[in-house]
């Protein structure tokens, strides 16, 4: 960002007028907030340059914009969804307005003003549409004049921009490189970066997969990447992409990448069919050239000589080095030589669409006629028949002149034989597509035979022959399935026939590119029943929450509670995630739910510079890795025990006292807890994946290897770190009342380090602890300090459901009498001693307390999994002498052995 605006102003000549007009936009909250229409996925990504996070209403589109300013130098400040402003515009000749906002303010270098992204085929509809407002100039430019008229009485700049101006191949790079950009003093050792470079000079244009194969490497993946952010190690991320590692090539710098590039453009490839010259000038068989202006078929390459075959059907043998020569000289020319690349791209491209639309008994038979005329030409006897030989030339050497490829003439065009008009009357036609499009495809949902029926009645009052009811149905068959039921059933119906857009593109890759790229977070309600461990009474079905890694399918972390989706939920999921990995993913994708939409989730995501993408709702298959995995579980494993609920789901009439699983249930929420434990992270994570062919560890692990550890995007698990997953305020702070303390959700808090006078009567940072209402927290003199809360005896292990839950009955209550319906922090104390508030918060307290319990009963298991996991890491070192390798071995068994003996998941009976 700008440090000072002032003097950036008087640099760039803005009056102050100008400079008081863009300090307005550069203070002004977002004008408004992005939403899904249901086809575009929001969010927001968490810009270091700005310090704030900047919203996106497509991420195949809005999203790359921030991508390319936030990494462009030039590019100083920008803002998502400045203030709107008015724009006006004649139709008709009638003045015509209204309020608009741009996608971003930007101030860079070379340009101050608004933004506008639009896709090439959004602008191309706008311009139909509104003519008056979008235009494309005689330089191929997209323009918008009325806002241009707007920015101009300012002072300042608007412009249109297109998907046209995105280079896919950077932007997946800048994702790619994201996590070193962004780093504060990137830094690799003399001894690491002299080996890395001494390898690039010694092998010119050795890619980055070579690189990466170095057996006894003395040096990191991370510093591959970190010598390429700082210059060190040249490369061209506009053309070569960087996942792809067998192709991406390094180069010590910018001038040898040219000169080596510039050397493979004109190098010489040979294969079997044929020879390819310095000019670009492809001798092959079947080939065709242009010599003096006549065109010659290339009919056989010898080693010492070369046959060619004029339009008279004469051989004439040259000698290869004579060809050579004529070709050097330019005598000998390419037949596509001498066209525009322009044409010839539309050739190749007739030449592809029809190929595809070619049989394989169509391709069959061209191959046979290319060979029999290819021995024929070389001199040798075929029983084919001259004049079919004859035939076979001239479709070849006409199809060379069109196409420049002779072998499209040989494929039989038999697709276009016999009649192709239709044998109804086009009015016929034209009536039957009114009654299928406006009868029959709307919300009446009539059937077919209704609808032909009154189609029939009226082509015969109009004087027509009608068609078969046979013949109507296959019109109908003819329209798009996915409009039908759009148009008859609605969208929730038509969802199952919607297309499927795998977005496997660079626009937008779907999973990512490396692990912790992308994650899914979802909750779903387990098909199990569980009972209390102390009172043995049923507390309900569970929930889970997972954060599924989208490029292995790795869970990274999961959540298990009675309490219904909230922000509690996504924050321990979070924590538990870093507490296991130390680190969050770049980018989360959620749901529309409340609970992923809150301000304490997006605070914590912002602080850790993660970005969040929501998907469109009521389509599921935006979070298919969630989905599957969830269905994997319940199927794979819930199943599996004593009390799950599928017996509910299709024969609830069956179910009897005997077979009713909340009878049935023995398991709960601790050792169910420990056992999820057990199936996510060891046995699930060593299962072959059907999409991946491979395991999810294994999958991380040898994709870690590739793209780096990153251990600068580590998160500390510390004290901090735990206070950013507790809720806050609204506001994220609360005044220091003078003898009171601090009053956060109607409660006072209160430690002696408040009576500071420098504190007293200020705004400080505050959060509370949704498992422990009688705790608070408060950042005063740069630490946290922890607060009591006034009523510490009542509100002492009360979770904050259980506070809701009191406070919504006592609300209840007074509703039915005169009193005032504000509840207080004493009315909710008071009643929290009674016996009434006992019973009413007995199942609550008992599903907290499990909750709690789970989450200690396996910390012997994480200790040893622990142990594990760093074993792990040293048996991959390769400095590992081969002496220490049994040893290794039997430490992790060890390891897996004692966690093995916490979670008995194989005896799930044992338990008990």
């Known amino acids: 960002m700008i440090n000072n605006f002032d003097v950036f102003c008087k640099e760039q000549g803005i009056s102050s007028e100008q400079e008081l007009f863009i300090n307005n936009i550069r203070s002004s909250d977002p004008a408004r907030r992005v939403k899904s229409s249901g086809k575009n996925v929001p969010g927001f990504y968490s810009s270091k340059k700005m310090g704030v996070t900047i919203q996106f209403e497509s991420h195949k589109l809005e999203l790359a914009a921030i991508y390319l300013m936030e990494f462009d130098d030039d590019v100083y400040e920008f803002y998502?969804?400045?203030?709107?402003?008015?724009?006006?515009?004649?139709?008709?000749?009638?003045?015509?307005?209204?309020?608009?906002?741009?996608?971003?303010?930007?101030?860079?270098?070379?340009?101050?003003?608004?933004?506008?992204?639009?896709?090439?085929?959004?602008?191309?509809?706008?311009?139909?549409?509104?003519?008056?407002?979008?235009?494309?100039?005689?330089?191929?430019?997209?323009r918008c004049p009325p806002a241009e008229e707007y920015a101009k009485e300012q002072g300042l700049s608007f412009r249109v921009r297109s998907s046209k101006e995105i280079n896919w191949t950077l932007q997946e790079n800048l994702r790619f490189l994201e996590d070193y950009l962004l780093e504060e003093n990137p830094s690799v050792s003399v001894t690491s970066r002299n080996i890395i470079t001494n390898y690039i000079k010694s092998d010119l244009g050795i890619t980055l997969d070579d690189l990466l194969s170095v057996e006894d490497a003395q040096f990191s993946v991370d510093d591959i990447y970190k010598l390429i952010i700082l210059g060190e190690i040249y490369v061209d991320l506009d053309g070569f992409l960087i996942e792809k590692f067998e192709k991406f090539p390094l180069f010590i710098d910018k001038e040898v990448a040219v000169a080596l590039l510039n050397f493979e453009a004109t190098t010489v490839n040979r294969d079997i069919d044929g020879i390819e010259l310095d000019n670009k000038v492809v001798l092959e068989i079947g080939g065709n050239i242009l010599w003096n202006g006549n065109l010659f078929m290339v009919v056989n390459i010898g080693e010492t000589e070369i046959s060619l075959l004029d339009e008279a059907e004469k051989i004439i043998p040259l000698p290869k080095h004579s060809v050579e020569e004529l070709i050097k000289k330019g005598y000998i020319k390419s037949l596509a030589s001498n066209e525009s690349n322009e044409k010839h791209d539309e050739e190749v491209q007739e030449y592809k669409e029809i190929i595809k639309s070619a049989s394989p008994s169509d391709l069959q038979e061209a191959n046979e006629k290319y060979f029999l005329l290819r021995k024929h030409l070389e001199g040798e006897v075929v029983d084919v028949p001259?004049?079919?030989?004859?035939?076979?030339?001239?479709?070849?050497?006409?199809?060379?002149?069109?196409?420049?490829?002779?072998?499209?003439?040989?494929?039989?065009?038999?697709?276009?034989?016999?009649?192709?008009?239709?044998?109804?009357?086009?009015?016929?036609?034209?009536?039957?597509?009114?009654?299928?499009?406006?009868?029959?495809?709307?919300?009446?949902?009539?059937?077919?035979?209704?609808?032909?029926?009154?189609?029939?009645?009226?082509c015969i009052e109009k004087g027509f022959d009608p068609p078969t009811k046979k013949t109507f149905e296959k019109q109908i068959e003819r329209r798009p399935s996915h409009e039908q039921e759009l148009k008859r059933k609605g969208k929730k119906a038509a969802y199952d026939k919607e297309p499927v857009y795998w977005e496997l593109t660079q626009t937008t890759p779907r999973h990512g590119g490396r692990p912790f790229e992308i994650a899914h977070i979802d909750h779903t309600k387990l098909d199990i029943e569980l009972i209390c461990s102390k009172t043995q009474k049923n507390l309900g079905r569970p929930w889970l929450s997972l954060l599924v890694d989208a490029y292995s399918r790795r869970v990274l972390s999961f959540h298990l509670t009675y309490d219904p989706p909230s922000y509690r939920s996504c924050m321990n999921t979070i924590r538990e995630c870093v507490n296991k990995f130390s680190r969050m993913p770049k980018t989360i994708i959620v749901d529309g739910g409340k609970d992923f939409q809150g301000t304490y989730f997006d605070t914590l995501l912002a602080q850790y510079e993660c970005n969040k993408k929501t998907r469109p709702g009521a389509k599921p298959r935006f979070g298919s890795v969630c989905e599957r995995l969830f269905g994997t579980t319940n199927t794979m494993f819930i199943y599996n025990l004593q009390g799950n609920t599928q017996m509910t789901k299709n024969n609830v009439r069956l179910l009897t006292k005997d077979t009713n699983p909340k009878g049935l249930a023995i398991w709960t929420l601790e050792h169910l807890y420990e056992a999820l434990n057990q199936?996510?992270?060891?046995?699930?994570?060593?299962?072959?994946?059907?999409?991946?062919?491979?395991?999810?560890?294994?999958?991380?692990?040898?994709?870690?290897?590739?793209?780096?550890?990153?251990?600068?995007t580590y998160i500390k698990y510390d004290y901090n770190f735990e206070m950013f997953t507790l809720p806050t305020t609204k506001k994220g702070t609360a005044k220091v009342q003078i003898g009171d303390g601090i009053k956060i959700n109607n409660v006072y808090y209160w430690s002696y380090e408040l009576q500071n006078p420098a504190v007293e009567g200020k705004q400080v940072p505050v959060r509370y602890d949704p498992f422990d209402y009688s705790k608070a927290y408060a950042y005063v003199n740069k630490r946290w300090i922890k607060l009591n809360s006034q009523y510490e005896l009542e509100f002492a292990g009360r979770t904050e459901k259980e506070?809701?839950?009191?406070?919504?009955?006592?609300?209840?209550?007074?509703?039915?009498?005169?009193?005032?319906?504000?509840?207080?922090?004493?009315?909710?104390?008071?009643?929290?001693?009674?016996?009434?508030?006992?019973?009413?918060?007995?199942?609550?307290?008992?599903?907290?307390?499990?909750?709690?319990?789970?989450?200690?009963?396996?910390?012997g298991g994480k200790k040893s999994l622990a142990k594990k996991q760093a074993d792990s890491k040293a048996f991959n070192k390769s400095e590992i002498k081969s002496t220490n390798l049994q040893k290794v071995d039997d430490d992790i068994k060890t390891s897996k052995d004692e966690i093995e003996e916490v979670t008995q998941f194989d005896l799930y009976e044992e338990f008990f």
């Open 80 to 142: 998502d969804q400045p203030p709107s402003f008015k724009l006006n515009y004649k139709i008709n000749g009638k003045n015509r307005g209204h309020r608009y906002t741009a996608d971003f303010f930007v101030i860079s270098k070379d340009f101050i003003g608004w933004e506008e992204w639009k896709t090439e085929e959004e602008l191309s509809k706008k311009m139909a549409e509104s003519p008056e407002r979008y235009i494309l100039d005689e330089n191929g430019v997209w």
């Open 386 to 458: 001259p004049r079919t030989l004859r035939h076979w030339k001239k479709k070849y050497n006409d199809a060379v002149r069109e196409y420049g490829k002779g072998y499209i003439g040989l494929i039989p065009a038999r697709h276009k034989q016999g009649n192709k008009t239709r044998r109804l009357n086009k009015d016929v036609i034209d009536l039957m597509e009114i009654y299928i499009t406006e009868v029959y495809e709307n919300k009446k949902q009539r059937n077919v035979s209704s609808v032909y029926n009154s189609f029939k009645l009226d």
């Open 679 to 712: 199936w996510l992270y060891e046995e699930y994570d060593q299962r072959t994946h059907i999409s991946l062919d491979q395991s999810p560890r294994d999958a991380y692990q040898q994709n870690i290897r590739k793209t780096g550890e990153r251990k600068q």
């Open 803 to 859: 506070i809701k839950i009191a406070t919504a009955e006592l609300r209840s209550r007074k509703k039915n009498t005169q009193d005032s319906i504000n509840i207080s922090a004493l009315d909710i104390a008071k009643f929290l001693r009674t016996t009434e508030a006992h019973e009413l918060l007995e199942i609550q307290r008992l599903k907290d307390e499990a909750f709690k319990k789970s989450l200690t009963v396996i910390e």
